[in-house]
């Protein structure tokens, strides 16, 4: 199997404001809420959201965890290229989201 890039992985839903406090649940379930900024694009773009609001000692163990669930879909991508790459887009993505949330309170 020919080696993926970064832009081989389709777009999907993308959440636009994902972060810890818009899950609610238990320990086995939980569910993501206000999808308001919720748009179609390259999954990495909410990984950055997520892991400012986590604790930096779980950050690294999350991106372990999101890089294996993307190469068990998508064996011979590179996850953890694609996060810096698109890392500086997904805060600028963030930045638009959060002006507009300002501009309607």
């Given at each position: 199997?020919?080696?993926?890039?970064?832009?081989?992985?389709?777009?999907?839903?993308?959440?636009?404001?994902?972060?810890?406090?818009?899950?609610?649940?238990?320990?086995?379930?939980?569910?993501?809420?206000?999808?308001?900024?919720?748009?179609?694009?390259?999954?990495?773009?909410?990984?950055?959201?997520?892991?400012?609001?986590?604790?930096?000692?779980?950050?690294?163990?999350?991106?372990?965890?999101?890089?294996?669930?993307?190469?068990?879909?998508?064996?011979?991508?590179?996850?953890a290229r694609a996060a810096?790459?698109?890392?500086?887009?997904?805060?600028?993505?963030?930045?638009?989201?959060?002006?507009?949330?300002?501009?309607?309170?």
């Open positions: 199997m020919p080696r993926s890039s970064p832009a081989d992985c389709p777009d999907t839903l993308v959440h636009g404001d994902l972060h810890p406090g818009n899950f609610r649940g238990t320990e086995r379930t939980l569910t993501l809420l206000d999808w308001g900024d919720s748009g179609i694009g390259h999954p990495m773009l909410d990984q950055p959201a997520f892991l400012d609001r986590v604790a930096s000692e779980y950050a690294e163990t999350i991106k372990e965890y999101w890089a294996r669930a993307w190469l068990a879909w998508l064996p011979g991508c590179e996850p810096g790459l698109l890392a500086p887009i997904a805060a600028a993505r963030q930045a638009v989201i959060y002006r507009r949330f300002l501009d309607n309170i």
